[in-house]
Each structure stands twice: as C-alpha cells, then as structure tokens.
C-alpha cells in the first residue's frame, strides 16, 4: 500500500505543477495583451517624440541667442544638433532599459 501511496502523492505533485505552470502562462498572457500593434506604433512615437523636443528645444534656445547676441558661430545649427545628440541619447537609454526588462522577463518565465 505505501508504494501504491507514493505514486499517489508523485502524481499529484505533477498535477500541481501542470496546473501551476498554466496559471502562470495566463497570467503572463493577461499582463502581455495590451502589448499588440498600438502599443508598437505608440513606442515608436514616444520614441520619436524623445527625440524630436530636445532638438526642437536646441534649435529655439539656438535661435535665440543668435537673435540677442549676435556673433560669428551659429548658435542655432549647434544647439540643434547639441539637442539631437541628445535626444538619441535619450531614446537609446530607454530602448536598452525596455529590452534589458524584456530579457529579464524572459528569463523569469524560462526559469
């Protein structure tokens, strides 16, 4: 009877982590739904916006100084691509944190 027994508890162990493992999965699947086509096209355009207000920033703060303190450098064309610089900066930092949380993510799931 003990050996009959121990296949019980062995098999229900096995049930447990089966039906374990599918909650996971539709947990996981719920907190992932909302990530399909407008979530990619709204990331490209935070994204793109990153990018675009500091340089447009530059650019105004650029134009600025050359209109009140004229010179021979073009404080426009420098502070524009000063802002541009920036922006990818930014833009690049945020893109690495989303796919380092996407790895870690993935490695949580695997392990």
């Known amino acids: 009877m003990t050996e009959d027994r121990h ?4 098999s229900e162990a096995a049930l447990g982590r089966a039906v374990g493992a599918k909650a996971a999965r539709k947990l996981k699947a719920r907190r992932n739904a909302g990530q ?3 979530f990619g096209l709204g990331m490209m355009g935070l994204i793109g916006w990153s990018v675009t207000i500091p340089t447009l920033l530059g650019a105004a703060l650029g134009f600025w100084l050359d209109r009140h303190h004229p010179g021979g450098r073009s404080w426009t064309l ?3 691509a000063a802002g541009l610089a920036i922006g990818c900066l930014n833009a690049w930092r ?4 989303e796919d380092q ?3 870690d993510e993935q490695e949580d799931s695997d392990a």
């Not at 296949?7 to 062995?10: G, P, R, V």
């Not at 945020?94 to 944190?97: G, P, Y």
């Open 7 to 10: 296949a019980q508890l062995e």
């Open 36 to 38: 399909g086509v407008w």
């Open 78 to 80: 420098a502070l524009l």
């Open 94 to 97: 945020w893109v690495a944190q």
């Open 101 to 103: 949380a996407i790895r």
